[in-house]
């Protein structure tokens, strides 16, 4: 990779968070304003300025034209196309004669936005310039990589230094612009000190006097990335992430051992995990997650059913195991690890995994709800409880609706800010509580 040359800082714009140019602004009365569709429900999206639509029915994963709104203040919205309910809503201020993207992400179910100011000085020829633009503040703080390799294996990213860590786990950021040579670049996102945690990988080839924009918006789970490469009054090529992540939860009664794989179209096989029962695995990355098949066995049982429910790309999960030895039956768990909105909270739930005659199961976490009536071998929805700051201290409580309590005043470090899944395990005659965060 070319050394790096630092240009124009990033900046804001009103009260949407923009990528501010080094060009100059006129005094015309007029802006030229586009949207970008990136998020991962909306088909079909409008765009109004004042109330009155401007552009129309932008597909997933596409830019608009360019509308000509005044100069000024001015209120921008995003509809579904031909709807009539806003679902996002800023009110930047728009310098005449300068370009903008109006770049519409999803975080969960909730549309947000982001501008991106188009008026950069153009590069030098036989120079380009890139910018990494980071929406996905929920997926924790991310180490980027921008080189000229072949992948974004951890053997790979070992022999190189990031291009930055995006650290504000609360606020939009991007780089500054970085001046490269024309070429095709690796871009590689993973987790803040983890190389293996891969959270991103794209491709990003640059001409001569081009400026493209890495825009990073989340997916569906919460720690995968998408990536749409912008071009400074160009075109938009985007890369859906195609992979999940699984973990492997196993609490099949009698101590066999579990273990877990996906195989794609009956030849390629990723290992989810393994182990003696109970147990509670990591993350595993898994490519081409829509198209793979998940294979199942338990020691004293061999093959388990697949599932019903399918991966889905961007998506994390829970590969959940449960039952008696000669008896397991398995489920495909859909986690989501986006922290709670309320910074003081912690976001809560339970997998039921208590063998034996447990019936269902209720949780509380200092003495607040976190799941009533739950099923075997099902988990409970996310419940965001009030949590400490300093010391974490959670008193947990685990009652059955056939054996009364089972496991009260549990006291365990449940931090602010954080997911955990509450994984009770083990026969109803001497439970246990797993905590994973």
Same mark, same amino acid.
């Given at each position: 990779m070319?050394?790096?040359k630092w ?5 804001l714009v009103?009260? +949407?968070?923009?990528l501010?140019g080094?060009g100059?602004?006129?005094?015309s009365?007029?802006?030229?304003l586009?949207v ?8 079909s999206?409008d ?8 552009e129309?029915?932008?597909?997933t994963?596409?830019?608009s034209?360019y ?10 919205q995003?509809n579904d196309?031909?709807?009539?309910t806003a679902l996002?809503?800023? *009110?930047?201020?728009?310098?005449g004669g300068n ?9 969960g179910s909730t ?11 153009t590069?030098?020829s ?10 996905v503040v ?8 921008v080189a000229n390799v072949?992948?974004?294996t951890?053997?790979t ?6 291009l930055?860590?995006?650290t504000?786990?609360?606020?939009v ?12 670049y690796?871009?590689?996102v993973?987790?803040?000190?983890d190389s293996?945690?891969?959270r991103m ?13 890495v825009?990073m918006t989340?997916?569906?789970g919460? %720690?995968?990335i998408?990536?749409? *490469?912008?071009?400074?009054q160009g ?10 992540r ?11 051992t579990v ?5 794609l179209?009956?030849?390629?096989t990723?290992?989810?995990?393994g182990?003696?029962a109970?147990?509670?695995g990591? !993350?595993?990355?898994?490519?081409n997650a829509?198209?793979r098949t ?10 388990v ?10 998506g994390?999960?829970?590969?959940l195991?449960?039952?008696t030895s000669a008896?397991?039956? %398995? ?8 922290p709670?909105?309320?910074g003081?909270?912690v976001?809560?739930?339970l997998?039921h ?8 199961l ?8 976190v799941?009533?009536g ?5 988990a ?5 409880v009030? +949590?400490?700051?300093?010391t974490g ?11 009364g309590?089972l496991?009260?005043?549990?006291n365990?470090p449940?931090l602010v800010n954080?997911? !955990? ?6 026969d ?10």
């Open positions: 070319k050394k790096l240009w124009c800082m990033v900046g009103a009260t +949407g968070v923009a501010s080094c100059s602004s006129d005094s009365s007029s802006t030229s586009r970008l569709n990136a998020t991962n429900s909306h088909p999206i765009l109004l300025v004042n109330a009155v639509v401007a129309s029915a932008t597909t994963d596409a830019v034209a509308a000509g709104p005044a100069s000024g203040s001015n209120t921008l995003i196309a031909g709807g009539s996002a809503t800023t *009110v930047p201020t728009l310098s370009h903008y993207t109006v770049v519409a992400y999803e975080v549309v947000k936005t982001a501008i991106v100011s188009e008026d950069n000085t590069p030098t036989g120079t380009a310039q890139m910018r990494l633009y980071n929406t929920n997926a924790g703080k991310l180490d980027a990589y072949a992948d974004c951890s053997t990213l070992s022999t190189l230094s990031p930055t860590t995006f504000s786990t609360t606020t950021t991007a780089t500054t612009l970085a001046t490269y040579s024309p070429g095709t690796r871009v590689c993973t987790k803040n000190g293996s945690d891969l990988e794209l491709t990003v080839t640059l001409v001569s006097q081009q400026i493209a924009f825009v989340p997916t569906t919460g %720690a995968l998408n990536g749409s *490469v912008l071009t400074q075109s938009n090529v985007a890369t859906r992430n195609t992979n999940a699984v973990r492997l939860a196993a609490a099949v009664s009698g101590s066999p273990s877990a794989t996906a195989t179209n009956g030849a390629t990723t290992t989810i995990g182990g003696t109970p147990t509670f990591y !993350y595993v990355l898994v490519p829509a198209s998940l294979n199942i066995t338990v020691s004293s049982l061999g093959t059913a697949t599932p019903a429910a399918t991966m889905a790309a961007g994390d999960y829970t590969l195991v449960y039952g008896g397991a039956t %398995a489920s495909l768990l859909t986690d989501d690890n986006r709670p909105t309320d003081s909270s976001k809560l739930r997998i995994g208590v063998t034996g005659n447990a019936g269902n209720t949780l509380t976490a200092n003495s607040a709800l799941a009533s739950l099923a075997a071998g099902t409970s929805g996310y419940v965001a009030a +949590g400490n700051a300093s201290a959670a008193t947990l409580k685990l009652t059955s609706s056939v054996a309590a496991l009260t005043d549990i365990d449940l954080n997911v !955990y899944t509450i994984f009770a395990v083990g109803v005659s001497a439970p246990q509580f797993i905590i994973i965060q």
